[in-house]
């Protein structure tokens, strides 16, 4: 009978505590593998969805740049001498390209066009529009008969006076008309265009009036060097 209870004993199958215990322990070995194989592909897919993002930013970035500087404003670097004393060579600028879809350009306007024949574009000052008839007579500016007074190198022309000189170069090709440019009176579309600097400047007496599509358009902003920073005056 010993014999027999030994048997039965030993074929008595684990109480269900015992198999409890061991399928949870079974589970909680398994539990930091998958917790790590969870955590390795979360990190992984929001390190990619940052990347994404980074990625979506920078194409709308470039996109908006492109459509501001196309459309909107561009910068624009003085190079040389013709509009000092009010703008020095490397100073930087924002051009205002959509103002004149709005209206056309005014009298003392500083603004930026190209000219396709050098290939480059100039800054120089608006001191006529279409109708107006143009003189120029060494320092003296007269538009329609009527002499006008500029402001803006008033102090460069005293200067000059009280050198015994005169601002306005020595020569009738400073002048305008002149053997260059015979026409007086500016042309419908397009506007009639002078340097600050009239002794040191390329501009409407030599190479005639501006046509409109060649207008880049207004210089607003001085933005460099940081000591210069202003809104460019147009009106005196």
């Known amino acids: 009978m010993d014999s027999q209870q030994r048997n039965d004993d030993g074929n008595k199958e684990p109480d269900v505590t015992e198999r409890a215990t061991g399928e949870h322990q079974s589970a909680s070995d398994m539990m930091p593998e998958r917790a790590a194989t969870h955590g390795a592909a979360a990190k992984k897919g929001g390190a990619s ?19 501001i500087r196309m459309f909107l404003f561009e910068p624009f670097i003085v190079d040389g001498p013709s509009m000092q004393p009010n703008f020095e060579t490397g100073e930087r600028l924002i051009v205002n390209k959509i103002l004149y879809s ?8 500083v603004v930026v066009f190209d000219v396709p024949e050098q290939g480059r574009k100039f800054i120089k000052r608006v001191i006529g529009v279409p109708g107006d008839k143009i003189r120029v007579e060494g320092d003296e500016l007269y538009i329609n008969d009527q002499k006008v007074e500029e402001p803006y190198i ?30 007086m009176t500016v042309p419908e579309g397009t506007i009639f265009a002078m340097g600050d600097n009239r002794s040191n400047s390329t501009d409407s007496r030599m190479i005639g009036f501006v046509e409109d599509d060649e207008i880049v358009g207004r210089a607003d902003v001085i933005f460099w060097p940081l000591n210069k920073i202003e809104f460019i005056k147009h009106k005196y």
């Open 49 to 67: 969805k940052e990347i994404v993002e980074w990625i979506k930013a920078l194409v709308i970035a470039v996109v908006l740049v492109f459509l």
């Open 102 to 109: 709005i209206r056309d350009p005014h009298f003392g306007e």
């Open 154 to 183: 008033a102090e460069a022309i005293a200067a000059a006076k009280e050198a015994g000189g005169m601002y306005n170069g020595d020569g009738p090709r400073y002048n305008f008309p002149n053997d260059t440019v015979t026409e």
